[in-house]
């Protein structure tokens, strides 16, 4: 993925207020922030209301782990602004179409091609619409298609009823079964509805109509597991709970979740599956970044931190705990009481 270098688009960010880690009274409420260049904020389009765009470039945000798409929308002339930014999922490709799906999505046929030199067969796609469901398994030898092609099928066995256009000669084909899977390409939003049970998908919103909260740094994904209906009532003792139906997520904590099934969600991995293993290389790199040093809590005064003083070099002297004297290394400090009801499995991470 390559950045482009024109600047980000003005209408789409704005100035953000360096607080250095404090809050409004001044007091340090996190630690081991401040300085930095200063950054740019850009709004990001979570909704993806807009059915059709064009991926026109990629860029980079200083605000989160993942870089951005910019897209261009030239079929809504409703919409003041033709820009707008999303998640840059693995695999998206400069000048792709990306979609929004909310009421249908077309099928896919599977192509198989012959090679008479080996007996190896290569997978390829071509998209076409089935108007019988007595096509759905059919054989047609040596026919002749081409790249770009619109066809339809009716009948099996009849090459009379496979119209196509002639665009590049792409070889001897055997149509050799519908699969009936779903067109969806990295960067494609549609509702959970949608995605069958193994997708892997990003951006994923937990309220219908509102901002993405899961899966939204580089690298994650949430995996869909399967598809629950709710239609009693009793089901939930949450009344809000009680609609259409859900659909129970894999989160990249470990935890499964169910979540509307008409939520919206983007369909891929999020790009740069690397930053988290980056090297910064030097220290400057870190300031750059708006991060201040930290000091071990064993190098540091009694009167400052817990596992402070003590002759020559100690490991603390007790299990590890902030400043604070909190409990760290892994220990759980979610109330037990409270409960979600849409969490199926806890956490593992």
């Given at each position: ?95 792709q179409e990306v979609y929004t799906y909310e009421k ?191 000091v071990r809590g064993v190098a540091i005064n009694p ?35 409270r409960k979600n009801i849409l969490i199926v499995t806890?956490?593992?991470?």
């Amino acid at each position: 993925m390559k950045f482009s270098t024109y600047r980000s688009v003005i209408s789409l960010r704005k100035g953000q207020i360096q607080k250095g880690g404090r809050n409004d009274q001044g007091k340090i409420t996190v630690r081991h922030r401040g300085g930095g260049h200063k950054q740019a904020f850009r709004f990001i389009n979570w909704h993806r209301d807009q059915k059709k765009a064009l991926i026109v470039g990629f860029e980079y945000d200083p605000n989160r782990s993942a870089p951005l798409i910019k897209l261009y929308h030239n079929t809504d002339t409703s919409i003041q602004n033709k820009y707008s930014y999303i998640l840059a999922p693995s695999g998206a490709k400069i000048f792709q179409e990306v979609y929004t799906y909310e009421k249908n999505i077309p099928k896919r046929i599977i192509i198989l091609e012959s090679i008479l030199t080996s007996q190896s067969v290569i997978k390829k796609e071509v998209y076409g619409e089935i108007t019988q469901d007595s096509a759905l398994f059919f054989c047609i030898p040596e026919m002749h298609f081409y790249i770009g092609m619109q066809f339809k099928i009716t009948p099996p066995g009849n090459s009379d009823d496979i119209s196509f256009y002639k665009d590049s000669y792409l070889g001897d084909l055997y149509v050799w079964k519908n699969e009936s899977f779903k067109v969806l390409q990295p960067g494609d939003a549609a509702t959970l509805s949608f995605f069958e049970p193994g997708d892997f998908i990003h951006a994923v919103q937990s309220v219908p109509e509102q901002n993405s909260i899961f899966s939204r740094s580089a690298g994650s994904f949430c995996q869909v597991i399967n598809k629950v209906q709710v239609k009693n009532k009793e089901d939930y003792s949450n009344s809000e709970v009680n609609k259409k139906g859900y659909v129970t997520l894999r989160l990249p904590s470990g935890s499964q979740r169910q979540v509307d099934s008409n939520a919206k969600a983007t369909f891929g991995i999020v790009s740069t599956t690397f930053f988290h293993s980056k090297n910064l290389r030097k220290a400057g790199r870190s300031r750059w970044l708006g991060f201040r040093p930290s000091v071990r809590g064993v190098a540091i005064n009694p009167v400052d931190h817990p596992h402070g003083g003590g002759q020559g070099k100690t490991s603390g002297g007790r299990p590890s705990v902030t400043f604070k004297s909190w409990p760290t290394k892994g220990q759980p400090t979610r109330n037990k009481k409270r409960k979600n009801i849409l969490i199926v499995t806890p956490r593992t991470k």
